[in-house]
């Protein structure tokens, strides 16, 4: 948090990324940004727990869960 209290105090910087923080945290640091600059929640995101992140308050939530587990599917056409 001392950190993010730096952050919000520097001139040039458009957002300020939040990562592998708790929804607790998250909380805390929206409380903190007080809209002053945007909050991005990353790091340990996924279907059973984004939309706790969303309600922390943040401004944006960045998860590779999409992504990262994916299976590869066969889409071949075969024509004889």
Not at 43 to 66: R, Y
Request: proline fraction near 1%.
């Amino acid at each position: 948090m001392q950190e993010l209290q730096s952050a919000l105090g520097l001139d040039g910087i458009t957002r300020i990324l939040c990562d592998n923080f708790n929804t607790a945290d998250l909380a805390l640091a929206a409380g903190l940004s007080q809209g002053k600059m945007p909050l991005e929640a990353s790091g340990n995101i996924d279907e059973n727990n984004i939309q706790a992140v969303a309600q922390t308050g943040v401004d944006f939530i960045s998860t590779g869960a999409i992504t990262k587990h994916i299976r590869a599917v066969d889409l071949s056409l075969n024509l004889v």
